[in-house]
Each structure stands twice: as C-alpha cells, then as structure tokens.
C-alpha cells in the first residue's frame, strides 16, 4: 500500500497552480489534477481515472511549455509513470461512490470524516460555504467570544522545505472578530443553505455565566455541536485558553458551566502543551463532554532575525510565543491520539483529531489510532480547499482495497500495537538493508550517513554502487531514510547471537 511509485520528490519544481497553465495547454486530460494527487498521495487515484490510451505518448508536451515554470516539471513523464508504473498495480478500482466515507460524530452524521478546524480557514459564512460545496463534511467555525479581538499584522510564520513548502507554521492569530450576534447570524445562514453539513461551533469564555451562555446561543443558533476551547496558546494571559487545558480542575468546572447550557454534544479541545492529556481529558468528561478535540497548536517560537535578534513574526520590533503546526507536529499529535485512545476511562468519547493532516494518509493515521473526525487548517491555508478531492478519494480507494465498508472498521486497529516505552521491543533479530542496483545513482549518501551516523557498514563499490558489511550492520535503516533515489528497503533478517 505504502511503496508509492511516484511522490513529491518527482515533482518538486510544481507550484500546484491555481486554473494551471498546464491543464488549459492540454485539453485531453487534466495534468494539474493529476500532480495534486500525486503530491497529496493520492497516485493510484490519479493512474485510476486516466483515459485508456496515454496522450503523452507522441504529444510534443505543450503542457510543459505552458507550466509558470517552463520545463522544470516533468509533466509527461510524471503522466507515463503514472501509465507505466502505477496503474499495472491497481488491484481495485475506486468506489463509484462516497458510502464507505459517512459517519458519525457524537451521533450527528458526517458525509465523511474531513472538517475545517477552527481558525481562520472557517471564520465567515463565503469561506464556509465554499469549502461546503467544496466537499468538506463540516467546520468547526472559528472560535467565538464576547470579547473584543483586533489582530496584530503580520501573525505568522513558517519553517518550509527546499521546495518552499511548509513545514512547520507559526501564528499568533486569536479568536474571531465577529460579534457574538454577527457569528450566530452565520450559524443561521449556513444551516439554511447547507442543512446537511456539520457546524461546529467553537467557543471560548471567560467566566462560567459565559461559557454558559455561549453554548446556548450557538445551540440555539444551529450548531451541531459545540467545541470548547481550552488551548489555544495566543489566548492564555487572565486565565484563558492553554492556561485553563493545563488546569483539569478548570476544565472540569467550564464543561460543566457549557453543559449548563447546551444539550446538544460537547468536545473539550484540548492543548498538547503539557505532559500528558489525559488528566484534562478526564476532566472533560465528568464535566459532561461528549468528546476531546486534540492537538492544538503546540507553543514556539521560531526564525529569529540574525540583525533584528527578533523571532518571527516581528511586528514594530518585538515577537511572541505563539502556535505551531503544520506537517512537524504530526507525530507530537499522534502521540497524544495514542495516549486518549488507550485510555480505558475515555472509553466511548468521540476523538476528533488534526495536527499535520495534509493527505488521506496522514488522517488515516488518526483513524487507525482511533480518531473518529479530522479537522484540518495549515494544510487549507497553503494549498486551498481543493485538497478535499484528494482527502476523500484516497481514504475511499484505501477502505475499499481493505475490504471496508466503513471508516468506523478502521477506527482504532492500530492502538494494540503501540507501546508507551520501547523496553517492550524484540531485539534479537536484524533486518538488513537491501540495495536496488537499478535505482541507485551512486551518490554515495548512504556510506556517508553509515560512517558519520551509524555503524560503518557499507562502502561503494568500483562501480559506485554500496556493498553491504554484514557483520558491521545493526539494521538502524538510517542508510533507508537518507537515499535520495529511494533506492534501499527492508531485506533478509538474521538473529543476533547474544554474549555468553
């Protein structure tokens, strides 16, 4: 499932254009759609919906001339792998339709797993309704409060990759600067013209008579349901936001105070700026939550200026603390999924889960260690809505080559099989490397990280391809990781011999 024939790698040069050049060049098939799903990890979807017959075989690559950056994507390349390579291994063919998606949070139905989370990317009615008819299942709109918001400018910041790509994003944004009137004015809106989408409605007060009263009104309003935000880090001086998910006793006493006054179901959205999750999360429930919303954005700071010695984002010369996320936080976010998911006293509370999200194989993850909804927002932010398309397709597509019927038969079947320390962990047996002459370029990373970085084992040969020292070999797989061609994997194991 995991082998991909092609991924980003081979297209780093694509910008992901908006109304792309390359596709209105064409007019055969969409080049455009087809790199996003490669991008989004979405390949097989794309070799899936390819006419029968390659048009790149004799065409003179017009897509290519009229790309923003001419020639340095390999359009018709990518599409003849896609052909060559990817497509000969379709064992399943996409479901014909969305079925296996729908499901449930808290008992409302869910059109599939995939809500905006709460921030910007969900913050007025056009950007609601056009990620709705965009395809996302729901929103969770972006938090609401009674108190007054002005923004600073700029808010944020971003760790990215060689291509430019984000990796890790930084914000100091707060809360919505809507008026509580003017944001249940949108619920209203949105609920006529969108009755079957999921509005979730986060909320954020300062006292128990406001938390209470904010989850009336957005019930009231036509929320589905109602996110409480106990962790945003930007909102955390006079008591607020990460300040309260530190506190389970605060957490405990404001669920109580939300559930006061809505009858409809409560999720605690919970920090990741603290040791474990669990002590909040409990909290929450004997507070009357339905559920935890988990990770928020972990507290940082980043890019500091060599001249000013300010972090970003400066602004009139001096910085903040404030969230990361993006693809970095990924594995932090897993972790605390982990630690909820196995927790016998959380048992029945509906996980909703982001941190990192950007393909359907990364929200697949969370499914798998037992989140039941997705939320979503540094991926939006970059790449737009449209990652919907490949979101929901490539979930789908992996669900039928299972056998599922459901998301729920994924839910959880990963929590056994994660342990809390390593000391658990067989290591009598090694697994070497294995080296793919055919795709080796010789570069030779693979001796370098060995020797520098792990045991001394490889060498090149005369023709500049690795020769393996099996003695020497622990089996760390670093030389894996480094290959720029992805030219090594899993071998033959052998047992080591323990000392007498």
């Known amino acids: 499932m995991f082998d991909r024939k092609l991924c980003r790698a081979d297209m780093l040069r694509c910008a992901l254009c908006h109304d792309a050049p390359c596709t209105a060049a064409c007019g055969r098939i969409d080049p455009a759609a087809l790199l996003r799903s490669v991008w989004f990890d979405n390949e097989k979807g794309a070799a899936a919906v390819l006419p029968a017959e390659n048009p790149c075989f ?28 990817v497509r000969p291994e379709l064992e399943t063919l996409p479901p014909e339709n969305e079925e296996r998606l729908r499901t449930e949070l808290c008992g409302v139905p869910l059109e599939n797993p995939f809500l905006l989370s709460s921030s910007v990317v969900a913050s007025t009615y056009d950007m609601c309704a056009r990620a709705f008819e965009a395809g996302w299942a729901g929103a969770a709109f972006k938090t609401i409060c009674a108190m007054e918001i002005h923004e600073a400018s700029p808010r944020f910041s971003a760790i990215t990759g060689d291509n430019g790509s984000i990796i890790g994003f930084k914000n100091i944004e707060q809360l919505s600067d809507h008026s509580v009137a003017e944001n249940m004015a949108i619920f209203r809106k949105l609920k006529e013209k969108y009755p079957t989408k999921f509005i979730l409605a986060s909320i954020m007060g300062r006292d128990d008579a406001e938390w209470e009263e904010l989850a009336r009104l957005c019930e009231e309003n036509g929320a589905d349901a ?33 559930r006061r006054g809505a009858k409809i179901p409560i999720l605690a959205k919970l920090t990741p700026n603290v040791a474990e999750m669990s002590p909040a999360a409990e909290s929450a429930k004997r507070g009357g939550a339905d559920g935890i919303a988990a990770i928020n954005t972990i507290k940082s700071i980043t890019n500091i200026n060599p001249h000013t010695y300010v972090s970003a984002p400066a602004v009139h010369g001096l910085s903040a603390v404030g969230g990361y996320s993006g693809t970095a936080v990924r594995p932090i976010a897993l972790r605390f999924l982990a630690e909820l998911g196995q927790n016998p006293a959380l048992s029945g509370m509906h996980l909703s889960a982001m941190g990192g999200v950007e393909t359907w194989s990364d929200a697949l993850e969370f499914i798998l260690l037992g989140a039941g909804s997705i939320q979503v927002t540094t991926a939006v932010m970059q790449y737009g809505y449209r990652i919907i398309d490949d979101l929901k397709a490539g979930l789908n597509l992996y669900l039928a080559e299972k056998g599922f019927q459901s998301v729920q038969e994924a839910q959880g079947l990963a929590i056994d099989a994660v342990s809390k320390t390593t000391d658990v962990l067989e290591r009598d047996t090694v697994i070497y490397p294995k080296f793919h002459r055919e795709k080796c370029i010789g570069c030779g990373r693979c001796v370098i990280s060995c020797a520098d970085g792990g045991h001394q084992a490889i060498r090149l040969g005369p023709d500049r391809r690795p020769v393996l020292n099996g003695a020497a070999c622990v089996g760390c797989h670093l030389c894996v990781l480094v290959c720029p061609a992805r030219a090594i994997s899993s071998s033959r194991k052998r047992i080591r011999k323990r000392k007498a």
Do not use: H, K, W
């Open 58 to 85: 004799s065409c003179p690559a017009p897509c290519e001339s009229a790309c923003v950056r001419p020639g340095e994507v390999p359009i018709r390349t990518l599409v003849s792998r896609l052909y060559g390579e």
């Open 226 to 258: 109602i996110e409480l935000n106990f962790s945003c880090p930007n909102m955390a001086e006079g008591g607020l936001g990460s300040d309260i998910g530190q506190v389970p006793e605060l957490v405990e006493r404001f669920t109580a105070a939300a």
